[in-house]
């Protein structure tokens, strides 16, 4: 009985110390972490989603050549409720900066190469066959609509 009340005491204690702490002490987060939108595609009603760290996105010269970033892809099961997850993937900016390849690592697909300019591909055969894609960079919600 002893201990427990003594580690609700600091438990408290801590939280009182926490809560004490002036709004200006706080900062935001650095920006590493932000992401955006850089490609919308549709498989048959079903939205998907790629998303890239902003630092990536809106530096000098965007994605390089060759370059292999840490981002995010959402399929939008909604509809048949099974709800919006994001996914790690892997996107890699082609040596030619024709094509972008999303590699859904975490799932073992195989890698998926897509058109910058857009274009239809297959992600995932289960539900995500025939993906119209916008192009790379285009953050527009309804494009193709």
């Known amino acids: 009985m002893r201990h427990a009340i003594r580690a609700a005491a600091v438990g408290l204690a801590g939280v009182i110390a926490f809560l004490s702490v002036p709004a200006s002490a706080t900062s935001l987060p650095d920006d590493s972490g932000w992401l955006i939108r850089m490609m919308a595609c549709d498989a048959e009603g079903l939205p ?3 998303y890239l760290p902003q630092s990536v996105v ?3 010269h965007g994605m390089s050549a060759g370059q292999t970033v840490n981002g995010y892809y959402t399929l939008d099961l909604s509809s048949i409720n099974k709800g919006k997850g994001l996914e790690p993937v892997r996107v890699t900016m082609s040596a030619d900066k024709k094509f972008i390849t999303v590699n859904q690592h975490t799932r073992g697909l195989p890698p998926t190469r897509i058109p ?3 274009g239809t591909v297959d992600f995932d055969h289960r539900f995500a066959k025939n993906a119209k894609c916008g192009p790379f960079q285009h953050q527009d919600p309804n494009y193709g609509n």
């Open 58 to 60: 809106f530096s000098d």
């Open 116 to 118: 910058v300019g857009g």
């Open 48 to 50: 998907i989603e790629v």
